[in-house]
């Protein structure tokens, strides 16, 4: 099946861009006899649908279980026979008479949903009833994604982002076939996940000051204001089912051994040191590392098997990022853990410190994640690499066998500023316009198809040191993450920029009814 050339716009403007869609002549019209018929195993996905249609319809459409239905349907079901379109691909057929939504898995049919309010007018997607004819175009649609890993990370460590924020984000990216959100929930400045055997973490972690910052490049360190919050584990298993509901994983990071200077003002006896701190109020990398001990693994196997109880997510992120290693190159009892271990640096120091937990991990059948400086001092047995430093470290790993998912600054930053209009908000730097977000490809020319093979996708980074609302939260995402679903889902030679740019003029009006902040495309015209 091939694209139709004369594919208009306004009527198909489906982000990211199916792998292939046909539009044939006539339309499918959603009235108040439509029913959304269900097998058993897609009746939670039709449900989801009707409650996503029904504000602007005004009315619920009526979802029929395991029956055929007299009246025209919309129909959600499994296909066994459609197993070549993978764990998540989907066929969506709409004619005059019928809508036709089939998949192999559910998670497929939940895209086809996706897609499918992506096919009606715009207007479906208003918070308040509107009288309108809900022509559905005739199409014939069969789509699968390019990579099994398409990611974004939000930082709530910097800034905390509330619950409700969290589960709205969440069907945004949904909506965009998103299906990996890594949450960063420890770091220097904030630790937000309640850990019932340790409650200092959040009691005092959660928690920083206020600051006086008295010199010039204040804007640049920190805004000034006392910060804190967290999440109960509650809370979080209700973003992990939300999430669930809706094909996401939610993959949670616990920042080590660096990183960790709230966890050490919680309890300072995890520390090097050994000495009081306080949750740092200044952003950047700090020396705070935790103590390679006995008690200091007890208490991170301890953190990591409430983490896993919360997050049954097959992937736990480690970290291993910016560790400065100067508090063991000075402490006498790491540089003697160092040559008892027959080791030859601090590197291979935090690798054999990684292992431990890696191992760990493994007996509970989950699988490390860390960032690119796990490769350094080698690569613990089955570690997954997120490559940010550029591609480079993804390079190695694939190429050492490792599986890989490319997050690299170079692209996929969205704390860098998105344009350089000097109105733009106080960024941390860099520059990462819509056009080089779309110009991504995940799979570097280095590598062999074989080597390629452990690349399991990308994933954009938002780090939230600059990001204090959820409103500039979303600015910052918004249009950027949906550039990433396209490179993430849609096959290579289907990428094109300017037709992109032309959907996403129609799917703005998505965002606003949805009340999610964007950059308006319009912009890109005066760069
Ligand atoms: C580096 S990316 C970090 C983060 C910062 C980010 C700012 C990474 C693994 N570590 O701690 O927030 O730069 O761009």
Not at 476 to 486: K, Q, V
Request: aromatic share 10%; with cysteine.
């Amino acid at each position: 099946m091939h694209a139709h050339a004369s594919l208009n716009h306004s009527e198909l403007s489906i982000l990211p861009r199916p792998a292939s869609i046909a539009r044939v002549e006539g339309y499918f019209q959603l009235t108040r006899d439509t029913v959304i018929v269900t097998d058993q195993e897609t009746q939670a996905i039709g449900t989801l649908l009707a409650n996503a249609l029904a504000p602007a319809l005004g009315f619920v459409p009526r979802v029929l279980t395991g029956e055929q239905s007299p009246l025209p349907a919309i129909s959600l079901g499994i296909d066994p026979q459609l197993a070549q379109l993978g764990q998540e691909g989907y066929t969506l057929t709409v004619t005059a008479e019928q809508v036709t939504l089939r998949a192999a898995h559910r998670a497929g049919v939940f895209y086809a949903t996706q897609t499918l309010r992506q096919l009606l007018p715009v207007e479906i997607f208003s918070s308040t009833p509107v009288s309108q004819t809900w022509n559905i175009p005739a199409v014939s649609i069969e789509d699968a994604p390019r990579f099994s890993w398409r990611g974004c990370m939000l930082d709530s460590a910097r800034h905390f982002i509330p619950t409700q924020e969290v589960l709205k984000l969440i069907d945004v990216l949904a909506l965009h076939k998103i299906n990996m959100l890594h949450l960063h929930l420890t770091d220097d400045q904030g630790w937000r996940i309640e850990i019932k055997k340790y409650p200092r973490l959040t009691e005092v972690g959660a928690y920083r000051k206020e600051t006086v910052v008295g010199h010039a490049h204040k804007s640049q360190e920190y805004d000034g204001t006392a910060h804190g919050g967290f999440y109960s584990q509650e809370e979080l298993r209700e973003i992990v089912a939300y999430a669930a509901a809706r094909f996401i994983t939610v993959v949670p990071e616990l920042d080590l051994p660096g990183h960790a200077q709230a966890a050490i003002a919680a309890y300072p006896e995890l520390g090097v040191l050994q000495a009081p701190v306080e949750v740092s109020t200044t952003w950047g990398i700090n020396p705070y590392l935790f103590n390679p001990t006995e008690e200091v693994f007890q208490f991170l196997r301890d953190v990591l098997s409430e983490i896993m109880d919360i997050f049954p997510s097959p992937f736990i992120h480690i970290g291993g990022d910016e560790a400065i290693k100067d508090q063991w190159q000075a402490s006498q009892q790491v540089q003697a853990l160092i040559k008892k271990l027959g080791l030859k640096d601090e590197d291979e120091l935090q690798s054999w410190f990684l292992s431990q937990l890696g191992t760990f991990l493994t007996q509970h059948n989950r699988r490390m994640l860390g960032w690119d400086e796990i490769l350094e001092g080698g690569l613990p047995a089955g570690a997954t690499v997120m490559s940010w430093r550029g591609i480079e470290g993804g390079i190695a790993a694939a190429q050492a066998q490792h599986d890989v998912v490319m997050t690299p600054n170079t692209f996929v930053y969205l704390d860098y500023y998105q344009s350089n209009d000097p109105e733009e908000p106080l960024a941390i730097g860099g520059y990462l316009p819509l056009d080089k977000v779309y110009s991504f490809d995940p799979i570097p020319a280095e590598l062999t198809p074989e080597q390629a093979r452990h690349i399991l996708g990308a994933q954009c980074n938002l780090w939230c040191e600059y990001v204090p609302t959820t409103k500039h939260l979303e600015y910052m995402l918004f249009p950027r993450a949906i550039a990433l679903s396209e490179v993430a889902w849609t096959p290579k030679e289907r990428l094109e920029f300017s037709d992109f740019r032309g959907r996403l003029a129609v799917h703005e009006a998505r965002l606003a009814s949805l009340d999610v902040n964007f950059r308006p495309v319009e912009k890109l015209d005066q760069e």
